[in-house]
């Protein structure tokens, strides 16, 4: 037995069936309108068609989840409201401190928010200047129920959801799926971050990898290293230009088309 769930969904308006992990990461969609398997993890393969065999009636292609078409591209025609592209980097927290902006005085301590703004503020600038080598980067993406994306970046190496933990001149220790930091109590963050990526490659049926940033950290100690998920310093960052091979530039283009649109988040 594979032990991977089927569930039934809709979206963009088509019913397709759903494959999940036991522990609910995505695998794949199987499309019976167009008799496809979209395969998210090629090297679950036999595990995804197992478990889709009872509901399969006839010959089915198997493959990577097609790129977007010219209805997708259709979408970069946008309302102003409902295109993400021009987001900045944590343009939510730009918003709420905007709207309350708290109390400065010497006693209170610095609000965590502005430490978090200049945080994705960083890793923003770092992935928007990525764009001369053929990547594609969104940011502050809302996810219903309040939450967001930090960072979505779109390149010839595929798609990374980032999430951003500002560490100044704090000792950073992960050990999955606890993130240690400074003398704070241990979080399962990464579970968050593995979480996002998943939600992202939901929208986008694309395979989209989990990214956790440390931005200004002191040193950061690795238990081992994490299941499918990069942990980046802000230095580091830089480095994911030189991956390539997965997305053709007419792709990068698609996928950055849908991604920006806010109807694609919203029926998460």
């Known amino acids: 037995m594979s032990g991977l769930r089927v569930v039934p969904i809709r979206r963009h308006g ?56 010219p209805a997708e591209l259709a979408r970069l025609a946008l309302h102003p409201d409902d295109d993400l592209a021009p987001n ?27 430490r978090a703004l200049a945080a994705e503020q960083a890793t923003g600038a770092v992935l928007d200047g990525l764009d001369g080598a053929g990547w594609r980067a969104l940011h502050s993406l809302p996810l219903p129920g309040g939450d967001r994306l930090h960072h979505l970046l779109i390149g010839p190496g595929g798609l990374y959801a980032l999430h951003v933990l500002p560490a100044r001149r704090q000792r950073v220790h992960i050990a999955d799926p606890l993130v240690n930091l400074g003398r704070g109590e241990p979080r399962p963050l990464l579970r968050r971050v593995r979480a996002d990526a998943d939600r992202a490659a939901h929208a986008l ?64």
Request: a neutral charge; one cysteine or more.
């Open 14 to 69: 088509r019913e397709l069936l759903h494959v999940c992990g036991t522990d609910g990461s995505d695998l794949a969609w199987y499309d019976r309108d167009d008799a496809r398997v979209s395969l998210l993890h090629a090297d679950r393969r036999e595990d995804v068609l197992t478990a889709l065999g009872p509901f399969l009636t006839g010959p089915v292609t198997v493959g990577p989840p097609p790129v977007p078409g």
């Open 88 to 114: 900045r980097p944590g343009e939510a927290l730009l918003v709420a401190l905007d709207r309350d902006p708290g109390r400065p005085g010497p006693r209170l301590r610095p609000d965590p928010r502005r």
């Open 205 to 268: 049926t694309a395979e989209v990898r989990p990214v956790l940033v440390l931005v200004d950290p002191a040193a950061v100690a690795l238990t081992a290293e994490p299941r499918g998920l990069r942990v980046l310093t802000g230095g580091e960052l830089a480095g994911l230009a030189r991956l390539g091979g997965t997305l053709k530039p007419a792709d990068v283009e698609a996928l950055h088309a849908l991604a920006r649109d806010r109807g694609t988040w919203a029926g998460l």
